[in-house]
């Protein structure tokens, strides 16, 4: 019980580490190196871990009282990652964008009006508060992991070398196609638009793919958009192969080319060699007319993207790949012929999502009731569709007006 806690933890440890990098921006505050250390001090518990349950297992009491402290320490652990999760979640529905706050690039600051840069630097405080507070907590586990680590020397446990180095970074969840159109609210004008260009026709002469990308900030809803594409009759009846693959952050050519691939309606089981997934790309897609999405695409580098490129070029004229991605210059970067801004919903549209999941299955009282101040709290979500789907989960459990008052009165959002 306790070994899966703490290989929890270190995957998220090395999730926020790799995602501070991500952001082009320095541990502050201490974080960095307190992390490297808490990172530290679980590998090493974690490598005797086996040895220690099984002697809890033998009833040794010193052991079970070692591995009560540990699991104590770890379930802090779990409260201060899951306070660092919010803490940026209250940040995207302030409007205030990770990959930009903390640092405005000096070509950029240029054309940036006053009033942007003066929002970026309030951004970049509330980062560093963020990152500071998260400093202090993680160094007061550590003061008690070091503790626990220098006790288990005197326990002799058994070590296992593998167990401390295996330590996995999680994977980001894998968006699919399908989709509960009951759940989508606004949005027309976006979906309008993107249907008229997936449904174009593509002159002959047209150099190159027709690449179409959606554009905005994590959980404002791109995927959804793309998957309303995908699944839309008009569409499926306009292309012979309609595919879907999740890219992620991490660009792995050999996953994406087997999606592809099964895409197409051919198994991929056995092809391993890159070249030989290209072929049998190009091979089944010569002159056809297909739509292919690629979510959640964070990579531009055409390097690594031109073999797929090549082969798709072989397809019929008319194909269309559509692209989601929260960064333009990767849509830019890939060919993007058209590009779609995908803006926060207006105030009722996301109360009109809000509404929707909150209040299914409630009954007429708790609406007339709830609704004031669920409408107070749909404000506060700033139009993001995600941040309305979290607070959802929390209202979902909640059926009175103090209950509610609370969420709308929360330190959450300030």
């Not at 201490?30 to 808490?38: C, N, R, S, T, W």
């Not at 509330?126 to 680590?149: F, M, P, S, T, Y």
């Not at 399908?178 to 002959?204: F, H, Q, T």
């Not at 700033?382 to 209202?395: C, E, F, M, R, T």
């Amino acid at each position: 019980m306790v070994d899966a806690i703490v290989s929890s933890l270190l995957g998220q440890l090395t999730s926020v580490a790799a995602d501070e990098v991500k952001q082009h921006v320095r541990l502050v505050t201490g974080v960095g190196e307190e992390v490297k250390k808490l990172t530290s001090n679980l590998r090493a518990i974690r490598a005797v871990l086996e040895d220690a349950e099984k002697r809890q297992m033998q009833r040794d009491n010193a052991v079970t009282f070692w591995l009560d402290q540990l699991r104590d320490a770890s379930y802090d652990m779990e409260d201060v990652l899951d306070e660092w999760t919010t803490a940026r979640l209250k940040l995207q529905i302030e409007g205030i964008d990770d990959d930009n706050a903390l640092a405005l690039a000096p070509h950029k600051k240029k054309v940036r009006s006053f009033f942007c840069a003066v929002s970026n630097c309030f951004g970049s405080f509330k980062q560093l508060c963020l990152r500071h507070d998260i400093a202090v907590k993680i160094r007061e586990i550590n003061g008690k992991l070091d503790d626990i680590a220098s006790q288990k020397d005197k326990f002799n446990f058994k070590f296992d070398e593998n167990v401390s180095n295996n330590v996995k970074k999680p994977e980001r969840v894998r968006t699919i196609s399908l989709i509960d159109e009951g759940e989508v609210c606004g949005r027309v004008e976006e979906k309008n638009e993107l249907l008229s260009k997936l449904l174009c026709e593509s002159s002959e002469q047209q150099k190159g793919l027709h690449v179409i990308s959606l554009v905005g900030l994590g959980g404002i809803g791109k995927t959804t958009l793309a998957q309303l594409a995908y699944n839309n009759d008009e569409v499926k009846r306009n292309f012979e192969k309609v595919i879907w693959v999740c890219v992620s952050d991490t660009f792995e050519e050999i996953r994406v080319a087997k999606a592809i691939i099964e895409g197409l309606g051919v198994s991929a089981s056995g092809l391993s060699e890159f070249e030989s997934l290209m072929k049998q790309i190009q091979e089944y897609i010569t002159r056809k007319k297909f739509f292919l999405v690629l979510d959640d695409v964070w990579d531009g580098d055409y390097k690594k993207w031109n073999p797929f490129f090549s082969c798709l070029k072989n397809g019929h004229h008319e194909s269309k790949i559509l692209i989601t991605t929260r960064d333009r210059s990767v849509a830019l970067q890939l060919g993007s012929i058209d590009i779609i801004p995908v803006k926060e919903l207006a105030e009722e549209e996301c109360w009109s999502l809000l509404e929707r999941l909150a209040f299914f299955r409630r009954s007429v009282d708790d609406h007339e009731k709830l609704e004031p101040i669920g409408r107070k709290i749909a404000h506060k979500c700033k139009g993001l569709p995600l941040a309305a789907k979290v607070i959802w989960n929390l209202l979902r459990s909640k059926s009175t007006v103090k209950e509610w008052q609370r969420i709308l009165d929360s330190e959450m959002w300030k």
